[in-house]
């Protein structure tokens, strides 16, 4: 077992549904920007029907987020991310809406939490539904063979980076924003694309086990589709979402007492 194996097992976070919930679902991976309005209208429209007794957004559901202040900009400055809190906002005051940092937008606090009716989450959190333990993760921190990100993750991840970012003028942060977007989306056209890196699957079982759960649930790869990691374990991966894609890609994953089913979003 490496040294980083179980960093967060200590003290395992753990939410127990109340007994009326039936179903929940799970989401990750929007990556959602002013640049993609496809995509945004989508979950816009999945965010105001949805009809689950909770939703789980398990992390990138921001291509970038560079602090909560920029809630406190007028809706005129930044009207995108005026926009994406109030659709948050709606959504939170029907059903409990839970929030888990991704690899993206990881400075999202207690702000945006505040300001839209979010939970945030602890990575990685046990849930129990129907009798059952499901371990929820972004993923990324199971991506342990690619060592250059994850040197990356533990620097960004770490309080003090974190005070000094943000300690930062908003403007320089929205500068800083704006150049990522811009070089992923220099990327695209290069044809080089993005890889999020795959799951470590020995790792992942060793999760597993040591929160008693058979099934882990995850985002961050876009790579979706169920691995068995034996012993009765076993890893569903959530899709990513993007309407630019052909075919495009918008997924939701439902989970209840019989157990969990994509459904594709019209």
């Known amino acids: 077992m490496t040294e980083h194996a179980l960093p967060h097992f200590a003290d395992l976070a753990e939410l127990q549904a109340p007994p009326a919930w039936r179903a929940v679902e799970f989401i990750s991976d929007l990556h959602l920007q002013a640049s993609q309005l496809r995509t945004f209208d989508a979950w816009n429209e999945y965010m105001a029907s949805c009809s689950a007794d909770a939703l789980f957004i398990l992390g990138d559901l921001f291509e970038v987020w560079i602090g909560d202040d920029v809630l406190d900009q007028p809706s005129s400055v930044n009207p995108f991310v005026a926009e ?76 003090q980076w974190q005070r000094e970012f943000l300690a930062k003028p908003l403007a320089e942060r929205i500068a800083i924003g704006r150049a990522t977007r811009a070089q992923s989306e220099e990327n ?34 876009h790579k979706p589709r169920e691995h068995d990691l034996g012993a009765g374990r076993k890893r569903v991966v959530l899709t990513d979402w993007d309407l630019e894609a052909t075919p495009p890609r918008r997924e939701v994953l439902r989970l209840s007492a019989s157990g969990a089913q994509r459904i594709a979003i019209a």
């Not at 199971?142 to 991840?157: E, G, H, N, P």
């Not at 694309?193 to 699957?201: Q, R």
Request: hydrophobic share 45%; aromatic share 8%; glycine share 10%.
């Open 84 to 159: 994406c809190a109030a659709v948050i906002r709606a959504a939170a005051q029907r059903l409990p809406v839970f929030f888990m940092h991704g690899n993206r937008d990881f400075l999202a606090g207690d702000g945006l939490m505040r300001k839209t009716g979010m939970t945030l989450l602890a990575d990685p959190t046990v849930l129990t539904l129907a009798g059952t333990r499901w371990l929820l993760t972004h993923g990324d921190a199971l991506c342990i063979s690619d060592t250059k990100y994850m040197q990356f993750r533990a620097m960004v991840r770490n309080p």
């Open 188 to 221: 695209k056209r290069a044809g080089a694309g993005t890889d999020y890196g795959e799951v470590d699957d020995a790792l992942a079982a060793q999760w597993l086990a040591a929160a008693d759960a058979p099934t882990m649930i995850h985002g961050h790869t």
